[in-house]
């Protein structure tokens, strides 16, 4: 009967909450459902079909997909090998100070989402691809760096200290003895980060990174929905490719 009454309460503190917001926020949610938005709505939806899909455009349409495939990979293979540098210093194998400023450096980068850096990006490196693969590299640097320093926490030092006890020095003793521990880890991590790189360097083309996110900036500006229909669709179908070759791939390295 207590937890009843319990999670009564609780509920209704959410729905007023609820209600709170909706009132604060000024949110019309009736105005969104009256008979004139959804004719609106419909009209505009009904606008980008059918999509264009003329010779000329399936062309520019396959090549910002190879430029926004080529981005998202650069940008984790940058990201992949910056973190597993700093994964070093922040696991805390060179010193307190050392684990104390990369945690700090990897917490900076993460924390700025990849539209912030790219906005940046932008405007340091001009409109274009360059912009968005440094985007993304800095970001998912930050994401991946904490993610194998956090593997390296984690695994066995027993194998790396057998090799320095046996005369290794500390690079073959962290080649041989630890690096096998965390390979598939990491591997796995980079991947997955991938698969959410691909959707992102298809959005940050809305801030001039290049890509389909930049195609579909400029037709929906220019109120070009059949094509814009065109382009996402095409962002449909690379993350669906992404997705399942990334999912090959796990399974046959990481497994």
Known sequence: MKRSIEAVFWLALIAVALIASFSWLQLDLFGLL????????????????????????????????????????????????????????????????AKALSRLL?????????????????????????????????????????????????????????LRHAGAGPIAAFCYGTLPGVLT?????????????????????????????QMLYFTLSLFQQARASSVILAMVVLVVMVDALSAWLRMKWVN
Request: charged letters at 10%; proline letters at 5%; aromatic letters at 12%.
């Open 34 to 97: 009256s008979p004139d938005s959804r004719q609106h709505m419909y009209s505009y939806a009904s606008s980008f079909f059918p999509p264009d899909t003329s010779a000329d455009w399936m062309y520019k349409i396959f090549e910002g997909a190879l430029e926004t495939l080529a981005i998202s990979a650069i940008g984790t293979l940058l990201a992949a090998l910056a973190g597993a540098g700093l994964s070093l210093l922040a696991s805390g194998r060179f010193g307190a100070w």
């Open 106 to 162: 990897l917490n900076a980068l993460r924390s700025v989402p990849e539209l912030v850096w790219a906005a940046l990006m932008v405007l340091a490196a001009g409109l274009g691809p360059f912009a968005g693969t440094l985007a993304l590299a800095l970001h998912t640097t930050g994401v991946l760096g904490r993610l194998f320093a956090e593997a390296l926490e984690n695994t066995p030092p027993g194998p790396a200290l057998a």
């Open 185 to 213: 880890q990491w591997l796995s991590y980079t991947l997955y980060r991938w698969e959410n790189n691909i959707r992102m360097a298809a959005v940050l083309g809305f801030v001039g990174a290049g890509g389909l996110g």
